[in-house]
């Protein structure tokens, strides 16, 4: 038989999507969850798939662009302060006792820094995701968990650099760890010193042409250029589609910016997720058992405690605090970038934790509300709640 065109197996992949989605919206159950289980499906056909990876790519990065636009550089200062404790308990608690775990476990230091790694971030796409599918972007939660998946998607690029030159046998150097520093404060500043500097004047350029059909090539072309330079400096597309995202919100047009990406992100963002799914191994059983349920339990655990003690921290109530930390369980793209570095049964035993933390954290995610509201009651804090 002839092999498939693209344009086929393109069109067929949309209109499988398409009924995940029916399903997942007639069901009320979460189409992030639909889209992995059918990238789980379909992974002997699509495994390694350029096409569904690159748009997999221009989804996230457009959803992380949507998300930045939300953040004027004012704004985001503020929030990057007042995180920045509970960052560093994450770091404590997901990635360093992770590690000590998997010491425990017998594992070499190596492996047990990559599984420190797996555990650490959550899901930036698929808490994004869902506090929007949810409406709860504007409860008073969401500043703190982006906040923190911010500080995450900064910390997160320095920790994979850092297992990528261990794993390549090239040891980890004082100059190296410096360098990649160096690229993300030139990478964030900038970001601010284009938004401040060149973007806020161009207001009217932007009342004058964001209704003529060439206008969306420009906006793209800010959401896809700064991506691409961060991935040019080996760090996450994610966090350079957020800057793009916050150099645009200087032109104080976000509202009417966002309507002309939002469809292209709804059509392109699901196949992210499908292409996630794609990636995890599932089917030479589940290796290493007894670790595999005890990093599930310590991995909720030690989110909802930085959600708990950093949101206090943040000046979240008790309430609205537990409600970030079981709205932070899920692990996502981060973790399967570092899982990848990975081999044989401990990478098989990374896609199985990764795919049932998804799971979990969703359904955690969806119940937070009715959780902290049992706990607390439904008396709200007049500051903050």
């Known amino acids: 038989m002839p092999e498939m065109p693209e344009l086929l197996a393109a069109g067929l992949m949309l209109l499988v999507l398409f009924i995940g989605g029916w399903l997942s919206f007639k069901m009320r159950f979460p189409d992030v969850i639909i889209y992995l289980l059918i990238g789980i499906v379909v992974s002997s056909w699509l495994a390694d798939s350029h096409l569904l990876y690159f748009a997999g790519e221009i989804g996230i990065v457009l959803l992380f662009f949507m998300l930045g636009m939300e953040f004027p550089v004012r704004q985001l200062i503020r929030v990057a302060t007042k995180v920045f404790r509970a960052g560093i308990l994450d770091i404590v608690l997901s990635f360093g006792v992770t590690t000590g775990i998997a010491l425990l476990f017998e594992l070499g230091w190596l492996e047990a820094l990559i599984i420190g790694g797996v555990v650490y971030a959550t899901s930036s796409s698929i808490t994004a995701k869902m506090l929007e599918n949810s409406k709860r972007m504007a409860s008073p939660e969401s500043e703190f968990i982006l906040g923190l998946l911010i500080f995450e998607d900064l910390f997160a690029p320095v920790l994979v650099a850092v297992l990528v030159s261990m794993t390549v046998g090239s040891g980890v150097t004082v100059g190296t760890l410096g360098w990649t520093f160096v690229q993300i404060i030139i990478l964030v500043a900038g970001a601010v010193l284009l938004g401040i500097l060149i973007f806020r004047k161009l207001r009217s350029f932007v009342d004058r042409y964001m209704d003529e059909d060439f ?11 700064y991506g691409g330079i961060a991935l040019y400096l080996n760090l996450s597309e994610v966090l350079g589609a957020f800057l793009a995202g916050i150099i645009l919100a200087e032109v104080k047009r976000s509202d009417v910016l966002e309507g002309l990406v939002v469809r292209f992100r709804d059509l392109l963002l699901p196949m992210f997720f499908v292409y996630f799914g794609t990636t995890i191994e599932v089917g030479e059983g589940v290796p290493m058992i007894p670790m595999l349920l005890v990093l599930l339990a310590w991995s909720l655990a030690a989110k909802i405690i930085v959600g708990f003690a950093g949101g206090k921290l943040y000046g ?43 799971l979990i954290g969703v359904y955690l995610f969806q119940k937070a509300p009715e959780i902290a509201t049992g706990i607390y009651g439904k008396k709200r804090s007049k500051k903050t709640a």
């Open 215 to 225: 206008f969306l090539l420009f906006v793209f072309g800010i959401a896809l250029t």
């Open 316 to 358: 979240l109530s008790s309430k609205v605090a537990l409600r970030a930390g079981l709205s932070l369980t899920q692990r996502g793209e981060f973790s399967i970038i570092i899982a990848a570095l990975a081999t044989g049964t401990l990478r098989t035993f990374s896609s199985i934790f990764i795919l049932l933390s998804a």
